[in-house]
């Protein structure tokens, strides 16, 4: 059993990220996770394959983008072709929205856009654990339909517990 069928939902996050010439790249990754309250930290999971992980090599800093239901179809073309071959900001038509303090563009249809700075990097078994300091955040909305990760293509939404 894969390890995305044991431990679900994952929020969706699109993560943003720069080559050296400045063409930007967009990536859905649901290996996410937030590290630390204060300085913010959080973490991705990133196969070394992705054209994503060359950009994070290259300039060391990305944006997470959180995404909502609405941006499902973006997440499944973001998900299905590599920016080493295709423009995904103009596939998508998703809105780049500039960053105060690093060079990756932020994702303006998304609620929340956090601007990091990559402090770790390391292999663990197929994926490199990256960790980035939460360097700006830039919050467009507080309620929102956040879009849920199970496995492969198949997606979840969240429900909240009426105590
Ligand atoms: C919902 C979703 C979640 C994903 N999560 C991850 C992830 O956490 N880490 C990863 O390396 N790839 C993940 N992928 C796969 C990449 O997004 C996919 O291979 C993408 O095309 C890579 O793009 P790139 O080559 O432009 O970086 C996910 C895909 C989808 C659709």
């Not at 630390?36 to 930290?41: G, M, N, T």
């Not at 959180?66 to 299905?80: N, P």
């Not at 590599?82 to 960053?99: A, C, I, Q, Y």
């Not at 467009?140 to 009426?162: C, N, Q, V, W």
């Amino acid at each position: 059993m894969r390890i995305s069928q044991e431990i679900f939902p994952r929020p969706v996050v699109l993560v943003v990220t720069v080559d050296g010439k400045g063409k930007e790249n967009i990536m859905p990754a649901s290996f996410v996770m937030p590290v630390s309250f204060s300085p913010k930290y959080v973490a991705i999971a990133v196969a070394p394959e992705r054209h994503t992980f060359s950009n994070l090599k290259e300039v060391g800093e990305f944006t997470v983008n959180v995404a909502t239901l609405e941006m499902l179809e973006q997440v499944r073309v973001c998900g299905s072709h590599s920016g080493r071959d295709v423009d995904k900001f103009s596939m998508t038509k998703l809105t780049k929205t500039p960053s105060k303090k690093i060079r990756p563009s932020g994702i303006a249809e998304s609620p929340i856009t956090l601007e990091c700075v990559v402090v770790y990097m390391n292999l663990f078994g197929d994926h490199y654990l990256v960790v980035g300091k939460v360097v700006e955040e830039h919050v467009r909305k507080t309620t929102f339909s956040p879009l849920l990760h199970y496995t492969g293509d198949s997606y979840m939404e969240a429900r909240a517990i009426k105590s």
